[in-house]
């Protein structure tokens, strides 16, 4: 059976570094969930016949509770875990279309939902959920990201590009999302081969955030990943200065004195091998 497990809460800004150190090491913006979408369900290697029939009984069972009650929120969120445990992710799209509609406090499920559509190959559904979200919240860090990297599949950066600057002068937005949404249009920047606008954004975070050491970093990492890795340098000790201490080990690891330059930095999206997770639910 499918358990509902709170993972502990982090900062946005944690959420971002951790995505940032992680396995590609050079991922410029925040991490791609929130702790509402952390896995409760990890796909497994192994899908043996014994393992698709435990998962149909399951489902059949979650499926009878909503039969009786469709408003069932452990239900919904169980049967939604099961069919992204078994990569049905056509099946799954119908429960989490109920399941947004049931916590429209909760955009994270509409995240999950954008992304489920997307991977489908629904880009104009996924479109219009992310539209949806950011309609009530302009600047959810989750949905302008996703969006953005839809919008880049799509061959518009041009769009990309308005969506971000759109989101950078919403009124009331804090200094962390502001940086976070300036990282993901200097990744736009350097994505589409214009250096010069990229720098120069950082080069502003940096001068208006100076204890933020995510710009620092990130143009660090677009200058050794431009060949430059003799202005990189400086820039790398003072990301490492301002850093919270369990990141310096890490980011140090970044800035080698003498090794290949990093592939071009990407945006991180949900793959076919790593599908989108059901979110747990809401904390009391």
Known sequence: MVSNVNPPRQSRRQRWVDSLLGASLIALMIAAALPLLLPLLRPTGANSPRDRELAAAQANAYQTVLQRDPDNLPALRSLIGVYLQQQQLQAAIAPLQRLAKLQPQQPAYRVLLAQTQAQLGDREAAAQTYRQILEKAPTHLEALRGFTR?????????AAVDLLQKARQTSKISPADQVSIDLM???VYANQGQIT???ALYDRSI??????FRPLLAKALLL????DSQKAAPIFREAIAIAPAQYRDQIQQLAPKAAPTAA?????????STPPTVPPPPPN
Do not use: H, V
């Open 207 to 212: 001068q208006s955030n100076s204890r933020d």
């Open 185 to 187: 249009l200097a990744q």
């Open 197 to 199: 606008d990229a720098i």
């Open 224 to 227: 050794q990943q431009q060949g």
């Open 264 to 272: 071009p930095p990407a945006l991180a999206t949900p793959t076919e």
């Open 150 to 158: 839809l919008l880049l599949d799509q061959k518009q950066p041009t």
